[in-house]
């Protein structure tokens, strides 16, 4: 099955940390390019960070720049996204995405080239 599933969602009070994690059943995940979108309500869906499937090259939102943390778990075919020091406007839904091209470096955190999409797992970031 060529889905994504992510893990790890929560509510989490301001200051705090979580650690999303996405997998697949049926998708090699290192093979492919990896990102993490994010969409708060009323708000278009915005590319938080990525991971290139050659040289493992990471790429960050400013907003989240020096907090958020994207890796590959190989062995377990997971990308995690360790979210550090964690604001309220870090709320929103975040998905998974997998892209087997990427048209060029700025197109990382843009949805356009990306194929395959997760449910996506929410993030609540309140005191």
């Known amino acids: 099955q060529l889905e994504l599933v992510e893990s790890g969602g929560g509510l989490v009070q301001p200051g705090g940390s979580l650690r999303l994690s996405c997998t697949s059943p049926g998708l090699t995940l290192y093979l492919n390019n990896i990102a993490w979108f994010r969409q708060a309500p009323g708000k278009e869906r915005e590319g938080v960070s990525a991971i290139d499937n050659s040289d493992d090259d990471t790429y960050y939102a400013d907003s989240v720049k020096d907090r958020f943390t994207i890796s590959r778990d190989i062995a377990k075919n997971t990308v995690h996204l360790q979210m550090n020091s964690l604001k309220p406007e870090d709320t929103a839904v975040y998905y998974c995405?997998?892209?087997?091209?990427?048209?060029?470096?700025?197109?990382?955190?843009?949805?356009?080239?990306?194929?395959?999409w997760g449910q996506g797992a929410q993030v609540t970031v309140s005191s």
């Open positions: 995405a997998a892209a087997h091209v990427i048209s060029s470096d700025q197109a990382y955190l843009k949805p356009d080239d990306y194929d395959y």
